[in-house]
């Protein structure tokens, strides 16, 4: 019996050590972890909470961006290392010697894996909006009243600006995750299209990330002004058959401002 809790206990403690070993050393948990504090140090706490409730969501919600980066980082490392031109393409290093330590250079492929991962994560840390700054923005555009009533329950509701950060956060994190598996693709189908559309550099993945999150949180946010608009004018058309047909201010402004 003491036997057998033994075994268990040592493949227990052996199964994180693996895990990090085949995203050359990184953890896609620790690298969140990292991304949220940077986000809590650069929207200030009270922004944070609004928008992620608590740190450990805020962890959950960007370990499975953090892992694209990872994966990422581990295709690009493993194309290089076999790559027979990488030394005369960086300055007569090999790929041992450019990326590792000591003479053999046996850490060179996690050194990559872990630059590359860093560097695109911290490109994706940059690159993600204010969600407080967006909504203040909104707002204004809007006119306070209908920014009310599309993110509160009325044209009075104190909250709102709380409630469009926290929609922000998660759209955005949404707009990641979608952005990273659309970049995988990218990476997948080719490598050299993928350089020359993004760059040689270390966090070529993470700037792929971010111009494809971005244009979409763009995109969305528009669509959000533009419908708020058409609901304006329909329910002054006619309050009666704006309640019927919607309800709610803020349901004609979701399903208006849908965008593919």
Same mark, same amino acid.
């Given at each position: 019996?003491?036997?057998?809790?033994?075994?268990?206990?040592?493949?227990? &403690?052996? &199964?994180?050590?693996?895990?990090?070993? /085949?995203?050359?050393?990184?953890? #896609?948990?620790?690298?969140?972890?990292? !991304?949220?504090?940077?986000?809590?140090?650069?929207?200030?706490?009270?922004?944070?909470?609004?928008?992620?409730? @608590?740190?450990?969501?805020?962890?959950?919600?960007?370990?499975?961006? %953090?892992?694209?980066?990872?994966?990422?980082?581990?295709?690009?490392?493993?194309?290089?290392?076999?790559?027979?031109?990488?030394?005369?393409?960086?300055?007569?290093?090999?790929? #041992?010697?450019?990326?590792?330590?000591?003479? !053999?250079?046996?850490?060179?492929?996690?050194? +990559?894996?872990?630059?590359?991962?860093?560097? @695109?994560?911290?490109? %994706?840390?940059?690159? *993600?909006?204010?969600? /407080?700054?967006? +909504?203040?923005?909104?707002?204004?555009?809007?006119?306070?009243?209908?920014?009310?009533?599309?993110?509160?329950?009325?044209?009075?509701?104190?909250?709102?600006?709380?409630?469009?950060? @926290?929609?922000?956060?998660? &759209?955005?994190?949404?707009? %990641?995750?979608?952005? !990273?598996?659309?970049? *995988?693709?990218?990476?997948?189908?080719?490598?050299?299209?993928?350089?020359?559309?993004?760059? @040689?550099?270390?966090?070529?993945?993470?700037?792929?990330?971010?111009?494809?999150?971005?244009?979409?949180?763009?995109?969305?946010?528009?669509?959000?002004?533009?419908?708020?608009?058409?609901?304006?004018?329909?329910?002054?058309?006619?309050?009666?058959?704006?309640?019927?047909?919607?309800?709610?201010?803020?349901?004609?402004?979701?399903?208006?401002?849908?965008?593919?």
């Amino acid at each position: 019996m003491k036997r057998i809790l033994v075994l268990a206990l040592l493949a227990f &403690a052996v &199964a994180p050590v693996a895990a990090l070993a /085949a995203g050359g050393g990184q953890s #896609a948990t620790t690298n969140a972890s990292a !991304s949220c504090a940077a986000l809590k140090s650069k929207e200030g706490a009270a922004t944070f909470l609004q928008a992620y409730t @608590s740190f450990g969501r805020c962890v959950s919600a960007l370990t499975s961006v %953090e892992q694209q980066n990872i994966v990422a980082a581990n295709t690009a490392c493993t194309a290089e290392q076999s790559d027979a031109t990488f030394a005369a393409n960086h300055g007569g290093k090999t790929f #041992a010697q450019f990326y590792g330590t000591g003479k !053999s250079g046996k850490d060179a492929f996690n050194k +990559c894996v872990s630059t590359k991962t860093q560097a @695109s994560s911290k490109t %994706e840390q940059s690159a *993600r909006p204010n969600p /407080a700054r967006t +909504c203040r923005s909104l707002r204004t555009t809007l006119t306070p009243t209908v920014f009310a009533l599309t993110y509160g329950k009325s044209a009075n509701d104190r909250n709102a600006h709380g409630k469009c950060v @926290s929609a922000m956060a998660k &759209a955005q994190t949404q707009n %990641e995750n979608s952005a !990273s598996i659309a970049c *995988r693709t990218e990476q997948t189908a080719s490598l050299t299209t993928f350089a020359s559309t993004y760059g @040689s550099t270390a966090d070529a993945y993470g700037k792929c990330v971010s111009t494809k999150a971005s244009a979409k949180s763009q995109a969305q946010q528009q669509a959000t002004v533009a419908a708020g608009k058409m609901c304006v004018t329909e329910r002054n058309a006619g309050v009666a058959a704006f309640n019927t047909k919607y309800g709610t201010f803020k349901h004609c402004v979701s399903l208006l401002a849908k965008t593919p």
